[in-house]
């Protein structure tokens, strides 16, 4: 028969594993809580560059919201999520075209006021997200001579690796910088109409026609976005205001040029091709297609829309 004392060592033997039951559960408890909240920071922090999630807003003492942003990346060899080089704008042609060879004339007129650089990398700042580092890297042209295609053989032209080309340019030009990914924008060319001439860039053109002339306006960017790992294409496409259909079916529709253009009144045409620097109609135009035309493109090859149409990827 049990005696009071036995009856006490249960008593107290049944509190104890109930006390260790509860904080077996509570350890339990513990852990799930932990396991979610690194399987969500995992999540946030390994999805691809341009789709991160912003970091969380501080709540200050006097009861303000501030948004937490990241800073800007350096330029002296730090970690970055994006690049930007931009190697176009800094020029604008003035281009007439005809029926025989001898009516063709170009001139090409710096535009360094215009601005134009400046509004590219603003427009890329804008489309990537916001708390995610981006690092504006200087482009030295001269580093970077024109490729003299006339001087290739035929066994150049055949087995020349276009893509071992791109990763060499671009590694170079960024060379000294550490990015994930680098985005490029450049001319990006487009013929006129059925003709076997062209249009790059930024210009005017002139086109002198049986019945008259048209002029054109045109602002033709193109983007490339590379891994900076090893400097492989991820995205590419021309910049474009009409995304509904692609280059080639613009052109079977009708279009002239293959990117924003627009057509203007035959007076607006420079006298002289050097009087097109200082026109503010010619400017602010350029301005307005560029811009439209990258805030519709570059959100779509950064991944935050559905993915532009690789049938987009010609121009260059």
Known sequence: MPTGRDKGDRSTACCGWAAFGVMARLVVVAAIVSSFSISAWAQTKSGP?????????????????????????????????????????????????????????????????????????????????????????????????????????????????????????????????????????????????????????????NQDVVLGRRIYLYALAFIRIFDGRDFSVVRQSSALINLHHSLAVQRLLGKQIGGPYRELPAESFPTRPEDAAADPTLRDGVRAMLTESLDKTLPLLLGRRPAARQGDTGER
């Open 49 to 205: 560059p341009g789709t991160e999630t912003a970091p969380p807003a501080v709540k200050q003492a006097n009861g303000k919201t501030t948004a937490r942003t990241a800073k800007p990346a350096s330029a002296g060899g730090g970690p970055c999520d994006f690049g930007v080089v931009v190697t176009a704008g800094d020029e604008f042609t003035v281009l007439t075209t005809g029926l025989t060879v001898f009516q063709h004339k170009k001139t090409v007129v710096p535009i360094p006021g215009w601005g134009l650089q400046d509004l590219i990398f603003a427009r890329a700042r804008a489309a990537i997200p916001a708390g995610v580092s981006v690092l504006r890297i200087p482009y030295n042209p001269a580093k970077f001579p024109p490729r003299d295609e006339s001087k290739d053989t035929l066994k150049d032209r055949l087995f020349r690796d276009l893509n071992a080309e791109l990763a060499a340019y671009m590694r170079e030009a960024v060379k000294g910088t550490n990015c994930r990914h680098y985005i490029q924008v450049l001319n990006s060319v487009s013929p006129i109409g059925s003709s076997n001439y062209t249009v790059r860039g930024f210009g005017i053109l």
